[in-house]
């Protein structure tokens, strides 16, 4: 009889080391690399749109506090950017036409009301809209504020005294805004509109600034109507690029530290 082995009583069978398969282990690797390139490529992309961002937040600071300049001509307003022009601190001179001021939904510091943007005729016959800041809400904003259409002639016609004041300059808002959109029909204004502000009034679109200015505080002139508080403009840019990129780089050595672990000690099964 031959000698057969059989194992101690209660021992678990010996089991063969087996390979793990070739393909599993190539695919793996593919999918751990093309992951790893995507969240670093990611993460890199993070990291150039923060020095863009920092950048952008020093000119615009640089724009904020440097000496007040005359706004863009109209040679200049078809080159009017946000990364070239907006939140430059400029001076303007001309008389304004309260008569077509248009209340605008806003929520500021002070609370919920409107900004009253209203049309100032400069020396040249041009238009620039002019928010002069907030009024808070009452019931009578849309009498006072009918939405009278100007006459062809309006700043021939002349308007009130001439004024000059100093402010910031602002691109258009075409959007809607507080989730609803503009109705010039209604003269219900939820965004700072240039283009459809100007139209509702009646104004020569070509004879119209394509941007705004908001106007500093202390700058309405005396016995103007209601008297809005201005300065109000906020200048914030969110800033969560670095933490965005830190995030993208920390996947991406996770998927390098996971494929490591999975060659180190998974390329054979072993048992416990």
Known sequence: MAN?????QGSAPVENHQPRSAFARRLAGVLALLLFVLFAGLGTWQVVRLQWKLDLIARVDARVHADPVAPPAVA???????????YRHVRLSGRYLYA???????????G????????????????????????????????????????ADACV????????????????????GFLRDNDPANNRWYSRDVAALAAARG????????????AAKGQDPQGAPDQPVGGLTVISFPNNHL?????????????????????????????D
């Open 157 to 176: 016609a002349g308007g009130a005294a001439p004024v000059t004041l100093t402010g910031l300059l602002r691109l258009p808002e075409p959007k809607g």
């Open 112 to 151: 919920a009301g409107f900004w009253l943007l209203t049309p100032l005729c400069t020396a040249e016959g041009h238009i620039i809209l002019v928010n002069r800041g907030f009024i808070p809400s009452r019931g009578t904003v849309a009498a006072d504020y009918p939405g009278t259409r100007a006459p």
């Open 243 to 271: 933490v965005y990129a830190l995030t993208w780089y920390a996947l991406a050595l996770m998927v390098a530290g996971a494929w490591w672990w999975i060659v180190r000690h998974g390329v054979r099964r072993t048992d």
């Open 203 to 214: 104004f020569d679109p070509s004879r119209v600034a394509p941007y705004f200015v908001d």
């Open 100 to 110: 077509y001021t248009a209340p605008v939904q806003a929520l500021s510091e002070l």
């Open 76 to 86: 200049q307003w078809p080159q009017v950017s946000r990364e070239s022009d907006e």
């Open 4 to 8: 057969t082995h059989v194992p101690p």
